[in-house]
């Protein structure tokens, strides 16, 4: 079974306008941590914003917020008031912290292509 | 920058081939990721070291491998190249506490003819 599902191959969006990138995950580890990550098309990825499983409140990182829906197992990223900038690869990923330790690897989605249009 | 530095850039090859792919992680950082990101398969995790150790592997082929040096370096070594094996090859780096968010580097991309 996939660990990350991301439904979404593309996505489009307005300037100004907020979307909702979604994801699911796939897990039986009580501890884990959500991440995801941009990829612009210069290839470089670029991390946005951390949920870790046991967090209270949703996170969020200037106009990134991470959706955390524990019981469904989903994590959507929003993104309030995109910019044309935003434009690129979106990719979800989990780790399974594995006795506590962080140290583990990264279950990567496929992505998501976010085009924002003026 | 990212801190993590990652050469060469870009790399052709010919099928058949040997090429060594080298990463520099974040100073502080001890532990290395590396990754393979081609169109069919996605992010694929190949191999992790921790502090000169292998930590976790992943889907690498016998054909590769890799290591990490006293100074935290890392190189991956592809033999023995296919077609296939053409895609953008990153390394990350992470200190191993907190969150441990890993930071990437701007990757290789290997093209093989």
């Known amino acids: 079974a996939q660990k990350i599902t991301q439904t979404q191959p593309g996505m489009f969006v307005q300037e100004k306008e907020a979307v909702t990138l979604d994801c699911t995950y796939d897990?039986?580890?009580?501890?884990?941590?959500l991440f995801w990550y941009k990829q612009p098309s210069s290839g470089e990825m670029i991390f946005l914003i951390y949920?870790?499983?046991?967090?209270?409140q949703n996170a969020t990182e200037g106009r990134y917020s991470l959706n955390f829906q524990k019981a469904r197992k989903s994590a959507n990223l929003v993104i309030s008031a995109s910019q044309l900038g935003d434009s690129a690869m979106y990719f979800c990923?989990?780790?399974?912290?594995?006795?506590?330790?962080?140290?583990?690897?990264?279950?990567f989605g496929r992505g998501t292509q976010l085009t924002v249009w003026p | 920058d990212s801190g993590v530095t990652q050469t060469p850039k870009h790399l052709i090859t010919a099928t058949g081939q040997r090429v060594t792919l080298r990463c520099s992680p974040r100073?502080?950082?001890?532990?290395v990721y590396w990754y393979q990101q081609s169109l069919d398969q996605g992010l694929q995790f190949l191999i992790q070291?921790?502090?000169?150790?292998?930590?976790a592997k992943g889907n690498i082929l016998e054909r590769f491998s890799a290591q990490q040096f006293p100074d935290l370096h890392s190189e991956l070594n592809l033999s023995s190249l296919e077609l296939g094996d053409s895609a953008l090859y990153f390394c990350?780096?992470?200190?191993?506490?907190?969150?441990?968010?890993?930071?990437f580097g701007a990757g290789s991309r290997l093209t093989v003819l």
């Open positions: 990350a780096s992470s200190e191993g506490s907190g969150a441990n968010v890993l930071t």
């Open positions: 100073s502080g950082d001890l532990s």
């Open positions: 070291y921790y502090n000169g150790e292998e930590r």
């Open positions: 949920q870790g499983s046991y967090d209270q």
């Open positions: 897990t039986s580890d009580p501890s884990y941590g």
């Open positions: 990923a989990m780790r399974e912290l594995d006795r506590g330790s962080t140290l583990g690897r990264l279950y």
